[in-house]
């Protein structure tokens, strides 16, 4: 059984980091590219960051390049989400998810599986 377990999410002030992580477990994790998403109360599902199955390949939505930061230990089946600079605009449900299907990783259909979210809450 597929499953992908966010956590470190929380309340912080704008400014300040948060790291959150993503540990996946029933699936060869090396063989998935991961992304992280983000929804927000009324919007939708957007993407933020994905890394490629060795870890080698980063991409970014342009609202965080430069603030987050995406990596990954496959052989600790786990990815991280590094938060700097956070803004209460980045206040949302975060997800991870995982992806074999070629297409564009910006694309939630695209994902196969998908965590529960951990919610991040940014004051001003």
């Known amino acids: 059984q597929v499953q992908l377990v966010e956590s470190g999410g929380g309340l912080v002030q704008a400014g300040g980091s948060l790291r959150l992580s993503c540990a996946a477990s029933?699936?060869?994790?090396?063989?998935?590219?991961m992304g992280w998403f983000r929804q927000a109360p009324g919007k939708e599902r957007e993407f933020m960051a994905g890394?490629?199955?060795?870890?080698?390949?980063?991409y970014y939505a342009d609202s965080v390049k430069g603030r987050f930061t995406i990596s990954r230990d496959n052989a600790k089946q786990s990815m991280w989400l590094q938060m700097n600079s956070l803004k209460p605009e980045d206040t949302a449900i975060y997800y991870c998810?995982?992806?074999?299907?070629?297409?564009?990783?910006?694309?939630?259909?695209?994902?196969?599986?998908w965590g529960q979210g951990t919610q991040v809450t940014v004051s001003s």
């Open positions: 998810a995982a992806s074999q299907r070629l297409g564009p990783v910006t694309m939630k259909q695209n994902y196969d599986y």
């Open positions: 029933g699936v060869t994790f090396s063989n998935y590219y």
């Open positions: 890394i490629g199955w060795s870890g080698g390949r980063t």
